[in-house]
């Protein structure tokens, strides 16, 4: 199972003091690459440090606000719609969408989406109570 993911950090602030942390999790061998890693401020870890450094689960991160979900769909040059959800930092909040749409998804083996370009962002709604 190790070779089906990359370990990859985003920077942020959680916690009292506000200091900038790296934060690692998990995401899909390949996919923070190139336009999208740049895009998201999502990093693939290289240095040997980072890869001693502890997971955090992505939904952990998700409710500390380091990092934010954006649901893309991107269209194949045969015209089939791909939906992902692709996470991103909080620091890159403001540009995120406009550079998502610039970009084309990763080219990954054996996955049907590999370079579809991202037609559509949206961004999912959260509840926050139900009455």
Do not use: Q, W
């Not at 590999?114 to 961004?123: D, L, Y």
């Amino acid at each position: 199972m190790a070779g089906l993911y990359d370990k990859v950090f985003v920077l942020g602030t959680a916690g009292i003091g506000g200091a900038t942390n790296k934060f690692y999790f998990l995401a899909r061998k390949g996919f923070y690459t190139g336009e999208i890693a740049t895009a998201t401020g999502v990093t693939v870890c290289s240095a040997a440090a980072d890869k001693a450094a502890p997971v955090t689960a992505v939904k952990e991160l998700l409710h500390s606000g380091v990092l934010k979900t954006v649901d893309v769909i991107a269209t194949g040059t045969d015209g089939t719609k791909f939906k992902s959800k692709i996470h991103y930092a909080v620091a890159e909040d403001g540009t995120v969408e406009a550079a998502l749409l610039a970009t084309t998804l990763p080219t990954i083996t054996g996955a049907k989406s590999s370079g579809a370009a991202i037609t559509a962002i949206s961004v999912p709604l959260r509840v926050t109570g139900r009455s």
